[in-house]
Protein backbone atom coordinates (compact mmCIF):
# COMPACT_ATOMS: atom_id res chain seq x y z
CA UNK A 1 0.00 0.00 0.00
CA UNK A 2 1.50 3.67 -1.12
CA UNK A 3 2.25 5.57 1.85
CA UNK A 4 -0.28 8.59 2.43
CA UNK A 5 2.48 10.95 2.72
CA UNK A 6 4.50 10.22 -0.83
CA UNK A 7 3.89 12.43 -3.30
CA UNK A 8 2.37 11.61 -6.53
CA UNK A 9 4.45 11.50 -10.16
CA UNK A 10 3.01 14.50 -10.50
CA UNK A 11 3.68 16.62 -7.26
CA UNK A 12 7.12 14.61 -7.45
CA UNK A 13 8.01 16.17 -10.56
CA UNK A 14 7.13 19.60 -9.35
CA UNK A 15 9.27 19.46 -6.70
CA UNK A 16 12.33 18.65 -8.43
CA UNK A 17 11.44 21.11 -10.82
CA UNK A 18 11.45 23.80 -8.80
CA UNK A 19 14.70 23.18 -7.35
CA UNK A 20 16.11 24.47 -10.30
CA UNK A 21 15.55 28.25 -10.26
CA UNK A 22 16.78 29.61 -13.84
CA UNK A 23 13.74 26.84 -15.18
CA UNK A 24 11.18 28.69 -12.60
CA UNK A 25 12.24 31.70 -13.75
CA UNK A 26 12.15 30.59 -17.43
CA UNK A 27 8.91 29.50 -17.25
CA UNK A 28 7.62 32.56 -15.45
CA UNK A 29 8.76 34.65 -18.49
CA UNK A 30 7.09 32.18 -21.24
CA UNK A 31 3.72 32.31 -19.18
CA UNK A 32 4.15 36.05 -19.31
CA UNK A 33 4.46 35.95 -23.33
CA UNK A 34 1.88 33.49 -23.63
CA UNK A 35 -0.40 35.45 -21.60
CA UNK A 36 0.73 38.20 -23.98
CA UNK A 37 0.00 36.41 -26.57
CA UNK A 38 -3.58 34.88 -26.11
CA UNK A 39 -4.66 38.78 -24.69
CA UNK A 40 -3.30 40.74 -27.61
CA UNK A 41 -6.01 42.52 -28.90
CA UNK A 42 -6.34 43.70 -25.05
CA UNK A 43 -3.10 44.20 -24.14
CA UNK A 44 -1.63 45.91 -27.10
CA UNK A 45 -2.39 49.73 -27.08
CA UNK A 46 -2.53 50.32 -30.53
CA UNK A 47 -3.28 48.30 -34.18
CA UNK A 48 0.07 46.71 -34.45
CA UNK A 49 -0.49 47.84 -37.96
CA UNK A 50 -1.78 51.11 -37.65
CA UNK A 51 0.62 54.28 -38.80
CA UNK A 52 1.08 57.09 -36.80
CA UNK A 53 2.94 59.79 -39.21
CA UNK A 54 3.48 62.39 -36.65
CA UNK A 55 5.70 59.89 -34.31
CA UNK A 56 8.17 57.98 -36.62
CA UNK A 57 10.87 56.81 -34.97
CA UNK A 58 9.55 57.96 -31.91
CA UNK A 59 12.02 57.08 -28.96
CA UNK A 60 11.01 54.79 -25.99
CA UNK A 61 8.95 57.42 -23.23
CA UNK A 62 11.95 56.89 -21.06
CA UNK A 63 14.35 58.84 -23.37
CA UNK A 64 14.13 62.29 -24.79
CA UNK A 65 11.76 62.82 -27.34
CA UNK A 66 9.74 59.92 -26.18
CA UNK A 67 6.35 59.71 -25.57
CA UNK A 68 4.00 57.47 -23.10
CA UNK A 69 1.25 56.67 -25.68
CA UNK A 70 4.36 54.53 -27.31
CA UNK A 71 6.23 52.97 -24.18
CA UNK A 72 8.56 51.12 -26.54
CA UNK A 73 8.59 53.88 -29.13
CA UNK A 74 7.86 53.63 -33.09
CA UNK A 75 9.43 52.54 -35.70
CA UNK A 76 10.13 54.06 -39.31
CA UNK A 77 6.41 53.62 -40.30
CA UNK A 78 5.15 55.27 -36.93
CA UNK A 79 3.71 51.78 -35.69
CA UNK A 80 3.82 51.18 -31.81
CA UNK A 81 6.52 48.47 -31.01
CA UNK A 82 4.63 47.14 -28.20
CA UNK A 83 2.01 46.79 -29.63
CA UNK A 84 3.86 44.79 -32.84
CA UNK A 85 5.67 42.96 -30.45
CA UNK A 86 2.83 41.66 -28.36
CA UNK A 87 0.91 40.51 -31.52
CA UNK A 88 4.41 39.24 -32.99
CA UNK A 89 4.28 36.70 -29.88
CA UNK A 90 1.41 34.70 -31.42
CA UNK A 91 2.99 34.07 -34.48
CA UNK A 92 6.50 33.05 -32.89
CA UNK A 93 4.78 30.80 -30.81
CA UNK A 94 2.56 29.51 -33.27
CA UNK A 95 5.16 28.68 -35.48
CA UNK A 96 7.16 27.09 -32.46
CA UNK A 97 4.35 25.20 -30.94
CA UNK A 98 2.86 23.97 -35.15
CA UNK A 99 6.29 22.70 -36.57
CA UNK A 100 6.95 20.70 -33.38
CA UNK A 101 3.81 18.69 -33.76
CA UNK A 102 4.99 18.35 -37.12
CA UNK A 103 7.92 17.30 -36.81
CA UNK A 104 7.23 15.26 -33.31
CA UNK A 105 4.64 12.90 -34.45
CA UNK A 106 6.06 11.54 -37.95
CA UNK A 107 9.68 11.61 -36.23
CA UNK A 108 8.15 9.61 -33.57
CA UNK A 109 6.95 6.53 -35.96
CA UNK A 110 9.63 7.14 -38.09
CA UNK A 111 12.09 6.44 -35.40
CA UNK A 112 9.90 3.54 -33.79
CA UNK A 113 9.91 1.92 -37.30
CA UNK A 114 13.73 1.85 -37.22
CA UNK A 115 14.07 0.84 -34.40
CA UNK A 116 11.72 -2.21 -34.37
CA UNK A 117 13.21 -3.20 -38.24
CA UNK A 118 16.82 -2.60 -37.60
CA UNK A 119 17.64 -4.81 -40.56
CA UNK A 120 15.13 -3.98 -43.04
CA UNK A 121 13.74 -0.72 -42.92
CA UNK A 122 16.34 0.99 -40.23
CA UNK A 123 18.94 1.26 -42.38
CA UNK A 124 17.37 3.81 -45.27
CA UNK A 125 15.73 5.51 -43.00
CA UNK A 126 18.82 6.63 -40.83
CA UNK A 127 20.50 7.09 -44.19
CA UNK A 128 17.77 9.76 -45.26
CA UNK A 129 18.46 11.66 -42.05
CA UNK A 130 22.21 11.51 -41.98
CA UNK A 131 21.94 12.94 -45.69
CA UNK A 132 19.56 15.41 -44.24
CA UNK A 133 21.98 15.64 -41.11
CA UNK A 134 24.67 16.46 -43.16
CA UNK A 135 23.35 19.87 -44.59
CA UNK A 136 23.49 22.88 -42.26
CA UNK A 137 19.31 23.27 -40.70
CA UNK A 138 19.12 26.73 -41.86
CA UNK A 139 20.63 26.28 -45.33
CA UNK A 140 18.05 23.67 -45.73
CA UNK A 141 15.35 25.45 -44.20
CA UNK A 142 16.30 28.48 -46.71
CA UNK A 143 16.15 26.05 -49.25
CA UNK A 144 13.04 24.49 -48.98
CA UNK A 145 11.21 28.41 -48.65
CA UNK A 146 12.49 29.05 -51.85
CA UNK A 147 11.02 26.20 -53.58
CA UNK A 148 7.47 26.50 -51.52
CA UNK A 149 7.76 30.33 -51.29
CA UNK A 150 7.77 32.53 -48.15
CA UNK A 151 4.60 32.45 -45.81
CA UNK A 152 3.47 31.18 -42.54
CA UNK A 153 2.40 27.98 -43.30
CA UNK A 154 6.11 26.94 -45.65
CA UNK A 155 7.89 28.25 -42.90
CA UNK A 156 6.53 25.71 -40.15
CA UNK A 157 6.98 23.20 -42.92
CA UNK A 158 10.16 23.80 -43.56
CA UNK A 159 11.03 24.49 -39.75
CA UNK A 160 9.81 20.75 -39.14
CA UNK A 161 11.56 19.03 -41.55
CA UNK A 162 14.87 20.11 -40.71
CA UNK A 163 13.85 19.42 -36.73
CA UNK A 164 12.33 15.97 -37.99
CA UNK A 165 16.15 14.01 -38.03
CA UNK A 166 16.43 14.65 -34.39
CA UNK A 167 13.10 13.11 -33.36
CA UNK A 168 14.01 9.86 -35.40
CA UNK A 169 17.71 9.52 -33.81
CA UNK A 170 16.45 10.18 -30.52
CA UNK A 171 13.56 7.70 -30.48
CA UNK A 172 15.59 5.17 -32.26
CA UNK A 173 18.23 5.24 -29.78
CA UNK A 174 15.64 4.96 -27.06
CA UNK A 175 13.64 2.15 -28.72
CA UNK A 176 16.50 -0.14 -28.85
CA UNK A 177 17.66 0.22 -25.34
CA UNK A 178 13.82 -0.46 -24.23
CA UNK A 179 13.40 -3.35 -26.87
CA UNK A 180 16.49 -5.38 -24.40
CA UNK A 181 14.25 -4.85 -21.50
CA UNK A 182 12.56 -7.76 -19.33
CA UNK A 183 8.65 -6.29 -20.23
CA UNK A 184 9.22 -6.32 -23.84
CA UNK A 185 10.12 -9.83 -23.61
CA UNK A 186 6.97 -10.88 -21.82
CA UNK A 187 4.71 -8.80 -23.74
CA UNK A 188 6.07 -10.80 -26.86
CA UNK A 189 5.43 -13.66 -24.72
CA UNK A 190 2.11 -12.77 -23.88
CA UNK A 191 1.23 -12.48 -27.46
CA UNK A 192 1.09 -8.91 -28.04
CA UNK A 193 1.12 -7.43 -31.81
CA UNK A 194 3.61 -5.14 -33.32
CA UNK A 195 1.38 -2.02 -32.87
CA UNK A 196 0.77 -2.59 -28.96
CA UNK A 197 4.33 -3.15 -28.61
CA UNK A 198 5.13 0.16 -30.33
CA UNK A 199 2.64 2.70 -28.91
CA UNK A 200 1.44 1.02 -25.78
CA UNK A 201 5.02 -1.03 -24.01
CA UNK A 202 7.85 1.10 -25.47
CA UNK A 203 7.03 4.46 -26.36
CA UNK A 204 5.24 5.39 -23.32
CA UNK A 205 9.12 4.60 -21.82
CA UNK A 206 10.71 6.92 -23.90
CA UNK A 207 8.63 9.93 -23.52
CA UNK A 208 11.29 11.75 -21.28
CA UNK A 209 13.80 12.38 -23.48
CA UNK A 210 11.12 13.12 -26.22
CA UNK A 211 9.61 15.43 -24.04
CA UNK A 212 13.43 17.37 -23.48
CA UNK A 213 13.93 17.15 -27.07
CA UNK A 214 10.54 19.29 -27.95
CA UNK A 215 11.00 21.57 -25.72
CA UNK A 216 14.69 22.61 -26.75
CA UNK A 217 13.03 22.29 -30.66
CA UNK A 218 10.55 25.12 -30.18
CA UNK A 219 13.77 27.62 -29.09
CA UNK A 220 15.00 26.78 -32.10
CA UNK A 221 12.04 26.85 -33.90
CA UNK A 222 11.49 30.12 -32.49
CA UNK A 223 15.45 30.83 -34.05
CA UNK A 224 14.68 29.52 -36.96
CA UNK A 225 11.45 31.56 -38.06
CA UNK A 226 13.35 34.74 -36.86
CA UNK A 227 16.11 33.65 -39.25
CA UNK A 228 13.62 33.54 -42.27
CA UNK A 229 11.79 36.56 -41.29
CA UNK A 230 15.21 38.52 -41.01
CA UNK A 231 16.11 37.07 -44.80
CA UNK A 232 12.34 37.88 -45.84
CA UNK A 233 12.09 34.17 -46.15
CA UNK A 234 9.30 33.78 -43.63
CA UNK A 235 5.80 35.71 -42.39
CA UNK A 236 5.96 38.70 -44.53
CA UNK A 237 5.15 42.15 -43.65
CA UNK A 238 3.20 43.79 -42.31
CA UNK A 239 2.48 40.96 -40.40
CA UNK A 240 4.12 41.86 -36.95
CA UNK A 241 6.74 38.92 -36.47
CA UNK A 242 9.75 39.44 -34.36
CA UNK A 243 12.29 38.49 -37.35
CA UNK A 244 10.36 40.65 -39.69
CA UNK A 245 10.50 43.27 -37.39
CA UNK A 246 14.11 43.23 -37.29
CA UNK A 247 14.64 43.07 -41.25
CA UNK A 248 12.51 46.15 -41.37
CA UNK A 249 14.54 47.58 -38.69
CA UNK A 250 18.43 47.15 -38.97
CA UNK A 251 18.66 50.15 -41.91
CA UNK A 252 18.19 52.60 -38.92
CA UNK A 253 20.37 50.48 -36.31
CA UNK A 254 22.61 53.45 -36.02
CA UNK A 255 19.62 56.91 -35.58
CA UNK A 256 17.06 54.28 -33.78
CA UNK A 257 18.44 51.84 -31.82
CA UNK A 258 15.26 50.45 -30.06
CA UNK A 259 13.69 49.47 -33.22
CA UNK A 260 16.48 46.97 -33.64
CA UNK A 261 17.41 46.01 -30.04
CA UNK A 262 13.95 45.63 -28.91
CA UNK A 263 13.20 42.56 -30.99
CA UNK A 264 16.31 40.71 -30.70
CA UNK A 265 16.13 41.23 -27.19
CA UNK A 266 12.72 39.77 -27.07
CA UNK A 267 13.91 36.94 -29.10
CA UNK A 268 16.86 36.22 -27.09
CA UNK A 269 14.76 36.41 -23.68
CA UNK A 270 12.05 33.79 -25.26
CA UNK A 271 14.75 31.23 -26.52
CA UNK A 272 16.45 31.57 -23.26
CA UNK A 273 13.69 31.09 -20.83
CA UNK A 274 12.54 28.06 -22.81
CA UNK A 275 16.36 26.51 -22.77
CA UNK A 276 15.96 26.98 -19.00
CA UNK A 277 12.66 25.35 -18.84
CA UNK A 278 14.39 22.20 -20.75
CA UNK A 279 16.89 21.99 -18.39
CA UNK A 280 14.31 22.11 -15.28
CA UNK A 281 12.38 19.11 -17.72
CA UNK A 282 15.74 17.14 -18.23
CA UNK A 283 16.80 17.62 -13.93
CA UNK A 284 12.80 16.50 -13.44
CA UNK A 285 12.37 13.57 -15.88
CA UNK A 286 15.83 12.18 -16.04
CA UNK A 287 15.99 8.89 -12.53
CA UNK A 288 19.86 10.26 -12.49
CA UNK A 289 19.73 13.72 -12.16
CA UNK A 290 16.57 13.26 -9.80
CA UNK A 291 18.23 11.16 -7.56
CA UNK A 292 21.66 13.10 -7.42
CA UNK A 293 23.61 10.63 -8.94
Given at each position: ???ASS ?202 PLI ?38 RDY ?41
Open positions: MMNPSPLGEFWQTFRRNKGALGGLAFMLLVLVCALCAPWLAPHDPSQQFRDALLSPPAWLDGGQWRFPLGTDELGRDLLSRLIHGARLSLLIGLASVLLALLPGVLLGLIAGFSPRHLGPPIMRAMDVMLALPALLLAVAIVAILGPGLANTVIAIAIVSLPAYVRLTRAAVLGELERDYVTAARLAGARLPRLMFVSVLPNCLAIQASLSFSAAILDAAALGFLGLGVQPPTPEWGSMLASAIERAWWVVTLPGLTILLSVLAINLIGDGLRDALDPKLKNGL
